[in-house]
Structures are given as C-alpha cells and as structure tokens.
T-cell receptor, first 114, second 111 residues
Framework: DSGVTQTPKHLITATGQRVTLRCSPR?????VYWYQQSLDQGLQFLIQ???????AKGNILERFSAQQFPDLHSELNLSSLELGDSALYFC?????????????FGPGTRLTVL | DQQVKQNSPSLSVQEGRISILNCDYT??????FLWYKKYPAEGPTFLISISSIKDKNEDGRFTVFLNKSAKHLSLHIVPSQPGDSAVYFCAASFNDYKLSFGAGTTVTVRA
C-alpha cells in the first residue's frame, strides 16, 4: 500500500460526458502528479501540482483540467469524453516535488468510455 | 514522441537466473533515470534510480547500469525470484519532475 488513494477504481461512462477522478496523496506529501496509461503504452505525464499550485504540464488535453485543494487532495476533470480517453489514470505524490523525490503511485482509476 | 523505449515487451526467465531488462532513450538531456515495478491492479512502485553522473547503482538483488554514450540503461535482477514477475517500467527526467516512461516489459519468472 503506497498510501495514495484514488477513487473511483472503475468508471464507465458515455462519449460526451464529464467525469471527476479523485486522489488523496500520502500524508505529508505536498506534490501530486497525474498520469494516463493507454492500452500497451507507458504512462504519460499530464500535470503536476505542488501545495495547491500548478507546477508543470505535460500532454494534457484542453478538455482535461485538474486542481489541488487546500487539504492537498487533487481532482482530475475530464470533459467531452471521447472513446480514446479510455485508459488507466494514475495519481502519484511526492514529498517536495523535486526531481529526485520518489513518486508514490495510487492504484489507478480505470476509465471506460462507451 | 516516445523518448524512452523498452523494445522487449516480455521476458521469461528461470528462477535463480539473471533477468536483464533494457531501455533506450533519445533525449540526451535526461539526467535522472528510474525503474518502476508494477503488479496487476496496483500502481507502479519505485525500484531503483540512477543519476547521470554515475554508471552503476546497486540495491540488493537489483543493479541499474547507465551507458550515456549509447543512451542506454539496463536493470539486472540476480537471482530472479517468483515475486519478481511483474511489469517493469523504465523512466527518465531532466532537471525537473516530469517523468517520461517506457511502455514496459513483462517479466515472468518460471519455477
């Protein structure tokens, strides 16, 4: 158990809909990261937050947005969903968000768009 | 654009033997490299890392080798154990916290 929790574990929805994925970091960690893993591919970095502020952006679509709240939990919002958005979405956290900090991953949310 | 590549999708090895996983990267700016291990229905777990100022890092049964001139790193697991059966991801970053991951290699350790 990494100490990072993600809800829900599974999500099935239809094209055009909007969903929210939730992540609670490990106790004491200030930085949260979101990754997308599509079928047979590596994890793609989406976005990073540190202590409530956006720190880095990767290949995140404009239809996707995220935020980190004062209690440090984070939400990833996916809107106007398309079939290609079906993937595993992982959240990770680290203590300070620096390069050599270990990132601890949650179990992921599996999103299926029908 | 895949900057980190793991060209072997799978590897089968006998228990007690050495497992060698390979990873190539294209971005010469990468200066920090990691290996993660992933079991089904779980998130990736950090295994071992290496900075670009080193060419080897060892932690118990796991050793990572870095060849900067060839833009290549490898993970050696000796001896391989049944619990090592998992998907292994290579990852890299440069000067920041954004990790670029390879597609993974599935290791199966046979009894």
């Amino acid at each position: 158990d990494s100490g990072v929790t993600q809800t829900p574990k599974h999500l099935i929805t239809a094209t055009g809909q909007r969903v929210t994925l939730r992540c609670s970091p490990r106790s004491g960690d200030l930085s949260v990261y979101w990754y997308q893993q599509s079928l047979d591919q590596g994890l793609q970095f989406l976005i990073q937050y540190y202590n409530g502020e956006e720190r880095a952006k990767g290949n995140i679509l404009e239809r996707f947005s995220a935020q980190q709240f004062p209690d440090l939990h984070s939400e990833l919002n996916l809107s106007s969903l398309e079939l290609g958005d079906s993937a595993l979405y992982f959240c990770a956290s680290s203590a300070r968000g620096s390069q050599t900090d270990t990132q601890y991953f949650g179990p992921g949310t599996r999103l299926t768009v029908l | 654009d895949q900057q980190v590549k793991q060209n072997s999708p799978s590897l089968s090895v006998q228990e007690g033997r050495i497992s060698i996983l390979n990873c190539d990267y294209t971005n010469s700016m990468f200066d920090y490299f990691l290996w993660y291990k992933k079991y089904p229905a779980e998130g990736p777990t950090f295994l071992i890392s290496i900075s670009s100022i080193k060419d080897k890092n060892e932690d118990g049964r796991f050793t990572v080798f870095l060849n900067k001139s060839a833009k290549h790193l490898s993970l050696h697991i000796v001896p391989s154990q049944p619990g090592d059966s998992a998907v292994y991801f290579c990852a890299a970053s440069f000067n920041d916290y954004k990790l670029s991951f390879g597609a993974g290699t599935t290791v199966t350790v046979r009894a």
